[in-house]
């Protein structure tokens, strides 16, 4: 089992940035990628961004140059910088983990833009 925690959320201006944090533990030891996942309201989850257990990163097109993914391995973290932001960033953000057989989700933080 994994067990995933985000923190970071908030309201934020447009324009103005952001750093969503996500700690894991338990059974760690096989991920392989861990990413960030968006959901706006009436809409499908989609992908922000991710990082694999190798470093390569992949990022949504509406999120390029502006949003940074990186890890921490020595405290089994993953951050979620983001910059510039617009209204069209609001929804809840969502942490996952793969393994090989299952993936993981964390419980959700909410980033809403708005003036």
């Known amino acids: 089992q994994v067990q995933l925690v985000e923190s970071g959320g908030g309201l934020v201006q447009p324009g103005g940035s952001l750093r969503l944090s996500c700690a894991a533990s338990?059974?760690?030891?096989?991920?392989?990628?861990m990413g960030w996942y968006r959901q706006a309201p009436g809409k499908q989850r989609e992908l922000a961004a991710a990082?694999?257990?190798?470093?390569?990163?992949n990022y949504a097109d509406s999120v390029k140059g502006r949003f940074t993914i990186s890890r921490d391995n020595a405290k089994n973290t993953v951050y979620l910088q983001m910059n510039s932001l617009k209204p069209e960033d609001t929804a809840v953000y969502y942490c996952?983990?793969?393994?090989?057989?299952?993936?993981?989700w964390g419980q959700g933080t909410q980033v809403t833009v708005s003036s």
């Open positions: 338990g059974s760690i030891f096989s991920i392989y990628v």
């Open positions: 990082i694999t257990s190798g470093g390569s990163t």
């Open positions: 996952n983990a793969k393994q090989t057989l299952r993936s993981y």
